[in-house]
């Protein structure tokens, strides 16, 4: 052992603070948690644990395992540990991972695999010998192997690695290879497993026995340990994305093999099987391979979509439970990113553009050229079954992918087993077939078009089915057609469509069964974005069924409810002002309001939805502005403080951002839809918003500050003259945020700032002399932001409008900056839809190619083809674009002529057409 020797009252107060830990009491746990954390800050506190897991058997099992446990939480702390401190650690997790105690083993093996994480395998080398060396010893090779898989599983790259000359995986990877044909089970899976994390890295370890690894994985292929088939199905699906040409000439008995797997009666078997065709399908180069199958592999998928036993007992799923409270365990955490504003562009755009459901929004940045900025996609499968990953889900996935990838070819293999199943008697068949239906509908939307009107009014009537399991996928699935029900094509459409989709869906909203509200809900709020101002005719009924809703609903569906009410009012916009729908919709949300304290969670989502509200109603919202604009102002001085606190004690737990986020966003709502009118409300108001706003705008943490430049913007929009007088101060924090390298947890920060420029410049006006000052450092990182290759298509946006905006006002400026950013402001913003924003922004470039007409030259294409993919200009921009044509085309007519001779011919001919040119 090492040097380091534990002090008596210090190992005593540990230890007695650890046997504290077990007491239940919450007040007595949020105290002992505060002195745990406190501990962290003694020099060999993980020494300490370290001693009490291996040396102390006098102890009980569980107390020396609570050790343990703190000991894996702490262990970072080894990296800054003095040496023998950390050599004692090291050294007593070792001795305890050959403790006579099961328990103490395990989280001893646990701190392994932790300090191996922090320290790195080549920094602990004589670990990996005695494990390797244990490998060999019967009484410990499986406990041993245990560690190795979860090191494995965790940090491969960090194994990959050479130490002294050698490579420890050299060793390891036969070693594993060898012990593939143990005897024992569990070590025949702990070794195709370990095997199996080092294909995602291309370990040159593991590929110079690939063909070695293979035959081991088709030998294991009919072990009869479910567990080994389970990690022979996921070598090969990660075998099949990492080095697909190495399964190609076998694939016929893989896919075979994977096929009678996809069907194992072991559920973890059958998934990660499941798990293949779903890589297969999303490798477009792999399409080839994967057509041949497909009308085998997408039966096989809708069979395993048909709920099992064990998920109806877990689903409990016939219940009239309306009335029984939700448990706060049934409730997923929601994560309120913040306000995000983006743009519309031309064309579907799976749900991207506008401020609501932003694809640039922090939690969700999906757009496939910005790899370098993507975050986890939001799981279309989430809500209309269990949480868990499961066959059900992932087969669900699959065969949404397929659809994406196969389209027609999909539907005609699957259009006779579908048909059988949604005319069957068997309930449970009737449901399978309703999902795949929903998730073959993005893909497929166009081959299955014909077959909606049957399927539309099928689907409509199965919402009377009396399984509520059934009605709840039928509203999913009626959600994800509600495009198709919701295009304004004839009356008749309207007639026979809509408007029973509609109504269906509102009946589901008020259904008795909890998981049919929530699937009737949440499509509901689908077919409201998706039908927008279709909606204005039918918003009486569509609101005395939603607040009826407020009556009725528990906790988690409560939630939803405002999320479709807050959908609502972005969709029907200032409709949802009528004196008649203000007196429907207010007087619940405001007893809701009353109810809730300022610290109650669910305070958060009633402020988001209300921030869409107050827009909607605008004028009409102006006897509540009063109580909501305090409430707001109160929170957000209140979460200052609080996170004030916390920087001068962090003992003391971190606020969660979300009151903040959602207060400043519902200001923002007030700002559009009051504008000056609050101005007595701003003037009256201590502290003042002007003064919170600026510690906002420069808050630690991103979507505080995302939500800060949103309100900038707005109020710049709603009520400049008030916000003029501080944007001084405002300023230099706005243009420190436009960062041309941000990292992927500013985008949003950044996008918003980049926005509230073009905004706050438009309302100084041209030539402004106090806005001059911020021209050229504004466009000094604006510019780097749109030319950054990796930056979001919204960022580019963002920044491409507000350089428009900035020219608009200040040409002399940026005029002769004009060449190093047409081709890319033009390529940014010629998608983007007809609006205000857009109109101004090119109103700007304009401007810029009056002043500076070389500067354009070298981009005249891309500048064309942005004026020609304008579908109706105002009568203002129109103009200035005829002139800007003409004068170019009259500057030099041959070289206009030559270079115009180039270009598309639908650019030549909206040209000609449209200007003369």
């Known amino acids: 052992m090492a040097s380091w020797t534990p002090q008596p009252a210090g190992l005593q107060e540990i230890l007695q603070t650890i046997r504290d830990s077990t007491d239940t009491q919450n007040k ?41 446990y703190l000991l894996k939480n702490n262990a970072r702390l080894i990296l800054i540990a003095l040496p023998e401190v950390a050599e004692y650690a ?114 040159q370890s593991l590929f110079a026995h690939i063909d070695a690894f293979i035959a081991c994985l088709f030998k294991r292929a009919s072990d009869e340990d479910p567990s080994v088939r389970r990690h022979v199905c996921q070598a090969l699906v990660l075998l099949l994305a990492a080095r697909p040409e190495k399964l190609m000439p076998e694939m016929a008995n893989v896919a075979e093999y994977m096929l009678y797997s996809t069907k194992d009666k072991n559920e973890s078997v059958a998934l990660e099987a499941c798990e293949f065709w779903l890589t297969f399908a999303e490798d477009p180069e792999l399409a080839p391979y994967l057509r041949p199958l497909l009308g085998r592999v997408a039966p096989v998928l809708l069979d395993c979509m048909i709920y099992g036993e064990d998920d109806l007992i877990w689903l409990e799923g016939d219940a009239e439970d309306t009335n029984v409270p939700d448990k706060e365990s049934d409730i997923k955490p929601r994560h309120y990113g913040g306000k995000a504003h983006g743009m519309e562009r031309e064309g579907p755009q799976n749900g991207e553009g506008g401020t609501k459901r932003s694809a640039y929004a922090e939690d969700n940045l999906d757009d496939e050229e910005d790899d370098d900025y993507d975050l986890d996609d939001d799981d279309d499968f989430a809500d209309e079954m269990s949480t868990e990953w499961n066959l059900r889900k992932c087969a669900a996935a699959a065969l949404d992918v397929l659809a994406v990838r196969f389209g027609a070819e999909l539907l005609n293999v699957l259009l006779s087993p579908l048909k059988d199943k949604l005319w069957s008697t068997d309930w449970l068949e009737r449901e399978s077939a309703i999902l795949a239906l929903g998730a073959m509908a993005e893909g497929c939307i166009d081959a299955i078009e014909e077959h909606l009107k049957v399927l539309v009014p099928y689907l409509i009537n199965t919402l009377n089915d009396p399984k509520p399991l059934v009605r709840s996928i039928t509203c999913w699935t009626l959600g994800r057609y509600a495009s198709w029900c919701t295009q304004p094509v004839s009356e008749e459409h309207k007639n026979q469509y809509f408007i029973p989709t509609m109504e269906g869906l509102l009946r589901m909203v008020l259904d008795d069964n909890k998981r049919v509200q929530e699937a009737g809900c949440s499509a509901f709020a689908t077919l409201e974005e998706d039908a927008g101002s279709e909606l204005i005719p039918y918003l009486e009924p569509v609101l005395r069924n939603l607040v009826f809703a407020f009556q009725k609903y528990q906790h988690k569906n409560m939630l939803i409810l405002y999320d479709a009410v807050g959908t609502l009012a972005d969709s029907v916009g200032r409709a949802l002002s009528n004196p008649t729908f203000v007196d429907i919709l207010m007087p619940p949300l405001t007893a809701r309001w009353n109810k809730l304290q300022d610290d109650d969670d669910d305070l958060i989502p009633l402020l988001e939805c209300l921030a869409s509200v107050t827009i909607a109603m605008g004028p009409g919202f102006a006897p509540y502005a009063p109580l909501v604009f305090q409430r707001c102002i109160n ?18 737990d971190e606020p969660e951002k979300s009151f903040l986020v959602v207060s400043l966003d519902l200001l923002s709502g007030l700002a559009q839809g009051l504008g000056m009118g609050l101005e007595s409300l701003i003037s009256q108001m201590q502290p003042s918003l002007f003064q919170l706003l600026t510690v906002c705008l420069k808050h630690p943490q991103a979507p505080v500050r995302q939500s800060a430049y949103a309100l900038v913007g707005d109020l710049a929009m709603g009520c400049f003259t008030l916000l003029r007088p501080h944007l001084p101060a405002i300023m230099n924090e706005l243009i420190q945020q436009l960062d041309p390298e941000p990292k992927v947890e500013f985008i949003s920060a950044c996008n918003n700032a980049a926005w509230s420029v073009g905004e706050v410049a438009l309302r100084y006006g041209r030539d402004d002399a106090e806005f001059q000052q911020w021209v050229n450092p504004l466009i000094s990182r604006l510019i780097p932001i749109l030319l950054h290759p990796k930056a979001p298509r ?3 946006e963002n920044a491409a409008v507000s350089i428009g905006r900035i020219g608009l006002m200040h040409p002399v400026v ?85 270079q115009v001779a180039t270009f598309p011919p639908t650019i030549q001919e909206r040209l000609a057409a449209r200007y003369g040119v």
């Not at 030259?857 to 891309?862: D, G």
Request: aromatic letters at 10%; glycine letters at 4%.
């Open 794 to 796: 919204s960022l580019h």
């Open 90 to 203: 090291k050294s007593a997790v070792l001795s305890a991972f050959r403790d006579s105690s099961a328990l103490i083993r395990t989280a001893a093996g646990q701190d392994i695999v932790a300090f191996l994480g922090a320290l790195e395998p080549r920094n602990w080398p004589d670990c990996l010998e005695q494990l390797l060396a244990m490998l060999d010893d019967p009484n410990s090779q499986e406990a041993a192997f245990s560690v190795f898989e979860k090191a494995c599983e965790d940090f491969p790259r960090k194994l990959d690695i050479e130490i002294n000359g050698t490579r420890p995986l050299d060793f390891m990877i036969p070693k594993f290879l060898m012990l593939s044909e143990h005897p024992s089970p569990k070590m025949r899976s702990h070794a195709v497993a370990c095997l199996s994390y080092f294909v995602p890295v291309s370990s």
């Open 635 to 652: 929170i957000v001085h209140q979460q200052l403080l609080y996170y004030q606190a916390y920087q001068q004690n962090p003992d003391l």
């Open 28 to 68: 007595v746990q949020r105290a002992i948690t505060h002195k745990l954390n406190s501990f962290t800050r003694v020099p060999d506190y993980i020494a300490y644990l370290a001693y009490i897991l291996s040396a102390m058997p006098q102890e009980e099992d569980q107390i020396r395992t609570i050790a343990g």
């Open 814 to 898: 940026v005029a002769p900056l004009l060449p190093e950013f047409a081709q890319a402001w033009c390529q940014a913003l010629y998608e983007i839809r007809d609006n205000e924003e857009k109109d101004s922004a090119f109103r700007g470039i304009c401007t810029l190619v009056q002043v500076n007409p070389a500067g354009i030259a070298k981009s005249l294409l891309w500048f064309c083809n942005a004026i020609v993919r304008w579908n109706n200009p105002s009568p203002e921009l129109n103009a200035m674009f005829a002139q800007l044509l003409t004068g170019l085309r009259n500057h030099d007519p041959n070289g206009w002529r030559a």
